[in-house]
């Protein structure tokens, strides 16, 4: 490429997403650059590869079905993948589909302005180099910006310290070593490092509902099972909510009673991962519904756990379950059987700062330590976005006509845009659904719009207002009833002047997003506005 090459398309992050848009829009016969930061594919899996990292989703699920030989061919080892097998896969996935070299690896976009009279995005990187396309795709993930580490004193702490998003090789063996959060991230960590560490202090500020994952060796008939019907498979998928497979709900909490709706607790409390929360059909939207699953998990939870002052603070669960990310867990509670680890309140004893030897608490104590493991969370949503920079011919950028909570049709464009295409983003069901499933339905609209677009000559799309002021409208009804937007949580925005609350996903499941963009792809792409601009 030249120092400001002309494309057709450039697609920023190689995760799932951005290597499956750099496939499917180079099958539409278009030119496309892929920018990522990394020095390889991978995204989130590049760079979360803190100890044991897992998907929290069944692999056979967490994977591509694009190329049903591919799907046959790979072989998990386990139903959920550990993040070394998952970056194996994606390597794997490049080298079979020659993906790198449409891709500018160690490279970040520090800024894209959409040109008016062009009807082009002009798009600067870290590099120097100056790219001009006509559209731009935002496969970036909306839990890829982390929260970085703003405690006073870090800069003082002579141990080795890191964030489990951007993990690098640092000491844990025989050390004395702090995991800060216990959100997904955090609780993985803990649980493997409890193994190694001369000691593991877990620093908890909110104790966040748990369930094992019962992860087990992959089941080779289900992958021949699978292997047989790919096609099938995928639509499949499409048309449950969550876009996996799942067992199917039996009823409202309160068709069943005593031994009997124990059984069914237990049943899906011994077949693991999520599905819990699928048990009943009222767990999302009816709070004494909520708190029979609720009450069942901490007491589950805490019978695992032998100190019952410990087993108390892990299990003071605030909010209903399911409101914040259900975590998939492997011997969580377990860990805290061991001499070796201690729980830190932080809610009870704040953090006030990082001093040399450790970390201080407000009560004065500090937690002597050689390497502390930050697993803090994400900007969701907005962070990755915002990060580069991104501006119309007004200067303004997504979140600036977001302040109100994320306004979009389909998750897919947000008017005043053109040509930008955020992949999976607010006013999808990205988050709460297979988000390996969901980038790649997105990205097929995507690519059939595009392809739309070249047959008809248009240079230009963008989002209606009346279609996006419809679909947030709807997007918001659906949500109204659920649980998790009444309560605090990172797919929940909050306006402080009125208190409003804004449920920032879908809420309406897959089956029924998908229906809609059928819909939309078979009228013509009702809901986009085209135009043709200048020469191209």
């Not at 997504?398 to 999976?424: E, K, Q, V």
Request: net charge negative.
């Amino acid at each position: 490429m030249s120092e400001q090459e002309r494309v057709d398309v450039v697609v920023v992050g190689a995760g799932m997403g951005g290597m499956y848009a750099v496939q499917r829009l180079r099958g539409e016969g278009l030119d496309v650059v892929g920018i990522e930061g990394a020095p390889d594919v991978g995204g989130v899996w590049f760079h979360n590869a803190y100890p044991g990292a897992r998907v929290d989703g069944e692999s056979l699920n967490y994977c591509y079905f694009f190329d049903p030989e591919l799907f046959r061919d790979w072989k998990w080892t386990e139903k959920f993948a550990t993040q070394p097998e998952l970056l194996s896969y994606l390597n794997h996935v490049a080298d079979r589909h020659d993906l790198r070299r449409h891709f500018l690896f160690e490279t970040w976009v520090v800024g894209a302005t959409w040109s008016e009279n062009e009807d082009r995005w002009v798009i600067k990187t870290d590099t120097g180099r100056t790219i001009w396309a006509r559209f731009l795709v935002m496969a970036t993930g909306n839990l890829s910006k982390a929260r970085d580490p703003e405690f006073p004193g870090l800069a003082d702490f002579e141990g080795e310290w890191v964030q489990a998003s951007h993990w690098k090789p640092v000491e844990i063996a025989g050390k004395r070593v702090a995991v800060v959060g216990t959100g997904s991230s955090g609780v993985q960590a803990a649980s493997a490092i409890a193994k190694e560490a001369a000691e593991l202090h877990v620093l908890q500020r909110t104790p966040l509902y748990s369930v094992p994952a019962r992860n087990r060796p992959a089941d080779p008939a289900q992958h021949e099972r699978m292997s047989a019907r790919v096609e099938g498979m995928w639509e499949e998928l499409l048309a449950t909510p969550g876009a996996i497979t799942h067992l199917a709900p039996v009823g409202k909490t309160f068709d069943f009673a005593g031994e009997q709706l124990e059984a069914l607790l237990e049943s899906r409390w011994l077949y693991g991962s999520t599905s819990i929360l699928s048990l009943f059909t009222d767990t999302a939207d009816d709070l004494k519904a909520n708190e029979i699953v609720g009450s069942y998990v901490a007491r589950k939870n805490a019978e695992r756990v032998r100190d019952p002052e410990t087993a108390a603070k892990l299990t003071a669960y605030n909010v209903p379950i399911g409101v914040r990310r259900l975590i998939l867990e492997i011997d969580y509670f377990e860990i805290f059987n061991q001499d070796n680890v201690h729980l830190v309140d932080v809610r009870e004893d704040p953090i006030v700062r990082l001093v040399p030897s450790g970390i201080e608490l407000a009560s004065g104590r500090v937690v002597e330590l050689d390497t502390i493991v930050f697993a803090l969370g994400f900007h969701a949503f907005t962070g990755s976005l915002d990060f580069a920079n991104i501006t119309n011919h007004l200067g303004e950028r997504p979140s600036d006509r977001w302040a109100r909570g994320p306004a979009t049709y389909l998750g897919l464009m947000t008017s005043g845009f053109p040509n930008l295409f955020t992949i999976a983003g607010p006013g999808s069901p990205t988050l709460t659904s297979n988000v390996c499933v969901a980038n790649a339905q997105h990205i097929d609209v995507v690519g059939d719009l595009l392809a739309y677009m070249g047959e008809r000559g248009y240079t230009r799309v963008e989002a209606s207002p009346a279609a996006q002021k419809e679909w947030t409208e709807h997007a918001a009804e659906l949500a109204e009833p659920l649980l998790r937007r009444k309560y605090d949580n990172y797919m929940v925005h909050v306006n402080e002047d009125d208190g409003s609350r804004v449920y920032m996903p879908y809420a309406g499941g897959m089956d029924r997003f998908v229906a809609k963009c059928r819909d939309v792809v078979a009228n013509d792409f009702e809901g986009f506005d085209f135009a043709t601009g200048p020469s191209q």
